[in-house]
């Protein structure tokens, strides 16, 4: 039994709450794997479970952070020995079992993954559900045979974790990028990381008709609602539309028309709930020919455990640039 300290989130007679506290590592959700926590990330779900402005936890009390990378302690699963370095995404972290905000997690060998030699457990925190999400986006969108000759990908949330890294991982596999933005001031950044276009969201008039001359081979849509309903009309035959998230709105306003009269797909991405086989796809790529070029400058913000909780405000407000990493061991 070893004491720690975790960002642990209540709910209970006394109310939702999230803190610094100190506990015993007896006290953590099972799993055959013990590591000590290096890195962790900031994501918009966390922002949500550390807030209690979004249902994210499924019980109570748990540890934050749906990221973690670390080292191995002790393994009573012959997969993984002590030193190793690992990671873990999603998986339940911070839903159903506790997560990467605290010195220790146990985690089952099943969703433990092996460090990419390509990468340091920083890196991989830097990337993070958001790059992970990213990628599997790109992965889906390939497997349905999305091609760079089709037009340029449009990519929306540009300046989140899971629009920046998508502009860099998407830059690296040789697709055009548009990256859609409503924070001007950062377009040259955008730029510097690969996007070949900025469009202001907050400049686009969409005409509601059902279909648009075709001017995008296909889009990552982190936003939902009416931006993602007036960017459908606008895809080439058979592209792709990759839904990661609803920072604007879940709601999506559109007509069958894209569908049927040029084929376009929309496909569903869910990287909590992602298969090992795919996910270990994903990692392997993301430490080899998608490892973004510019995770150092993507990286903007670094935080201690003990002050995770001063992000997530921003965040929720739609003031992200960039990804935040914690600072654990
Ligand atoms: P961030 O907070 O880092 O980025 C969200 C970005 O969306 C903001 O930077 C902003 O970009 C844009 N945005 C925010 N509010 C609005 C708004 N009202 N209207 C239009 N655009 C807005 O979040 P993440 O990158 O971590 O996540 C992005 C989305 O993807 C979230 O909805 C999140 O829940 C979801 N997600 C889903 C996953 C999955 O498995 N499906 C995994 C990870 C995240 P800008 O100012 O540049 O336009």
Known sequence: ???????????????????????????????????????????????????????????YPLNGGI????????????????????????????????????????????????????????????LGTAGFTAALALLRMLDNRQRPDMGPIAITGATGG?????VDIFTRAGFQVHAVSGKPAHFDFLRQIGAVECIDRHQLAFSGKPMESAKYGGMLDNVGGAMLAGFLPAIAPYGNAAICGLAGSPELPTTVMPFIIRGVSVLGVASAGTAREIRDEVWARLGGEWKPRHLDAICTKEVALGDVASVFDTMLAGGSFGRTVVRIG
């Open 67 to 126: 990221d973690v990378a670390g080292i191995v302690v002790a393994s009573s699963d012959p997969a993984f020995r002590e030193g190793d370095k690992v990671l873990a995404t999603g998986s339940g972290l911070s839903e159903t079992r506790d997560g990467g905000y605290g010195e220790y997690v146990k985690l089952p060998a099943a969703l433990t993954i092996p460090l990419p030699a390509s990468l340091s457990t920083r890196d991989a925190m830097i």
């Open 1 to 59: 039994m070893t004491s720690m300290q975790a960002f642990r989130i209540h709910n209970d007679d006394n109310g939702y709450r999230g803190a610094i506290e100190t506990m015993d590592t007896d006290a953590l959700s099972a799993g055959e794997v013990l590591v000590k926590a290096e890195w962790s990330s900031v994501n918009y779900k966390d922002a949500l479970a550390g807030t209690g402005k979004g249902k994210i936890l499924r019980q």
């Open 162 to 166: 899971v629009g920046m890294l998508g």
